[in-house]
């Protein structure tokens, strides 16, 4: 176990880096915290219309190991599966899993924040630093930059160490990029989002089933909306950047049309959507991979800084929370900054990148795939085979998101051998009924050892 005579320094007060320093503390550890924005305990304006987050198992499980579940708890709204919205205004819905607890919860990014670091301001030994931001970094001095925006003044910060959650955008991976001390590339996605929203009613009540992820899924694009606590719903839109129907072609003058024609069933109860689209700006959608994620013993990245992803399999915030944990175990386990950083990479990467590949992969499944009849069907055969094989065939989204003791390379890799299983079962079915099980059953004994699950 590491002791450290001077405070660490952390870099981005976001949902990794107030967690992180949470956890740190814990071990007796002092934190100087430095986030670029202002405090978000103050942004009560948008508490309502911030991005909302999917939150799963691995970030529940996350949040009680640093003992702050119940005072997120309020600010959680349950979703059991999603409700697909097709064109012709008929709905279906498709349940995350099938237990009681195999659900998922809504929750405004901004909110988790605001609770995370009004929890962190009140431990003994953290600091938080608004308006500080990270510049720039001397790594033959160990020393980095950060600029105390409000009093446009410099402030060295001696790297002993410096852990870097500032973000997909990370100006230390820059800046390490920039020195030629690792090796790192993103690969943005030629589509964008922009964030929308569906008011309550009159009432305050919500204007969709509030317990489920909305989708409206239209090949090349489609609508997702999340329910938040006070009856609003948070809808994001998936456009190509360029193309027919994408960010760049339709305008102000367009977008009314566009919506009627393709989420008619949703556009009467999106008032604001023509000067939403207007004024908000298209986000980026990218993976960020990076090799290592730290230089020596003075500074490692976590979080998105280090491994973002597409939104698509809601994990993103998840993964950066299990980070947090492990990072945490690696403190505990090893003598030297550096045995940490180089633990923690050996544990995460081979993870991190999984997620990574099925985030991109449930893209596809989103926009297209879950309104066909035959996914539809492998879906309840995965489901059936988890109830007669529930130690050996999990579906891979259920080990993803409800299972944090199965690490993410385990389910992508047993993820592929149940999709070519299922494929096989369902190539001339076409309902439960008509499949094999007796074979099925073969195939599970032999390709699927049984997993060690958590009670
Ligand atoms: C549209 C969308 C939907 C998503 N949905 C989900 C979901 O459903 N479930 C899920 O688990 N994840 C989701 N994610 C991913 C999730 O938002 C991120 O994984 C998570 O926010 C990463 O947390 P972080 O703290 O590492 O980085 P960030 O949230 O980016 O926080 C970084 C912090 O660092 C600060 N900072 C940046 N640069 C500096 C600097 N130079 N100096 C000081 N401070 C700095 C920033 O201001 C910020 O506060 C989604 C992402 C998007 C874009």
């Known amino acids: 176990m590491i002791i450290n005579p001077t405070p660490i320094s952390i870099i981005g007060a976001g949902p990794t880096g107030a967690l992180l320093a949470i956890l740190l503390q814990r071990h007796g550890m002092r934190v100087n915290l430095y986030e670029k924005r202002p405090d978000p305990r103050k942004d009560l304006e948008n508490s309502g219309r911030s991005v909302n987050l999917a939150l799963a198992d691995r970030g529940l499980h996350a949040l009680i190991q640093a003992g702050v579940l119940a005072e997120i708890s309020p600010a959680l709204m349950p979703m059991r599966g999603r409700l697909i919205h097709h064109l012709d205004g008929t709905t279906i819905l498709q349940p995350y899993g099938q237990k009681p607890d195999e659900i998922i919860h809504s929750v405004s990014r901004l909110r988790l924040n605001q609770i995370l670091v009004e929890v962190a301001a009140r431990q003994p030994g953290i600091e938080i630093y608004f308006e500080h931001s990270l510049e720039d970094a001397d790594f033959r ?28 955008g990370s100006t230390l991976r820059k800046q390490l990029i920039r020195q030629k001390l690792i090796d790192a590339h993103e690969i943005e996605l030629d589509h964008g989002y922009k964030e929308l929203s569906i008011p309550a009613g009159t009432s305050g009540e919500h204007l969709l089933t509030p317990d489920v992820l909305h989708i409206w899924p239209r090949g090349s694009h489609m609508l ?42 949703v556009r009467a109860l999106m008032p604001n959507c023509v000067r939403e689209f207007s004024e908000h700006a298209v986000g980026f959608l990218g993976s960020v991979y990076a090799n290592p994620w730290h230089y020596q013993s003075m500074a490692a990245m976590i979080g998105d800084a280090a491994h973002a992803i597409v939104p698509f399999h809601g994990q993103g915030m998840n993964c950066c929370f299990e980070d947090c944990v492990e990072f945490n175990s690696c403190v505990r386990r090893n003598n030297t900054w550096e045995a940490v950083f180089l633990e923690f990479e050996s544990i995460r990467k081979p993870n991190t990148d999984a997620i990574a590949t099925m985030a991109l992969e449930n893209y596809l499944e989103m926009r297209e795939h879950v309104a066909h009849a035959k996914f539809q069907l492998q879906q309840s055969l995965a489901l059936e085979l988890e109830k007669r094989y529930p130690q050996n065939f999990i579906p891979r989204y259920s080990m993803v998101m409800f299972h944090h003791e199965i690490p993410y390379s385990v389910a992508l890799n047993r993820g592929l051998i ?38």
């Open 224 to 265: 997702i909306a999340l329910p938040n606590t006070d009856g609003s719903f948070t809808a994001t839109l998936f456009l190509p950047k360029n193309g027919a129907a994408s960010f760049a072609s339709l305008n102000a003058a367009t977008i009314d049309r566009f919506f009627a024609d393709t989420f008619p069933d």
């Open 141 to 168: 001095m160990g020393i980095a930059q950060v600029r105390a925006l409000g009093q446009k003044r410099i402030i060295d910060v001696r790297m002993q160490p410096l852990l870097a959650t500032d973000g997909a």
């Open 418 to 455: 149940q999709s070519k299983l299922l494929a096989k079962l369902t190539l001339n079915a076409n309902s439960l009924a008509e499949v094999d099980f007796a074979e099925a059953g073969r195939e599970i004994n032999s390709q699927l050892p049984p997993l060690a699950l958590a009670l």
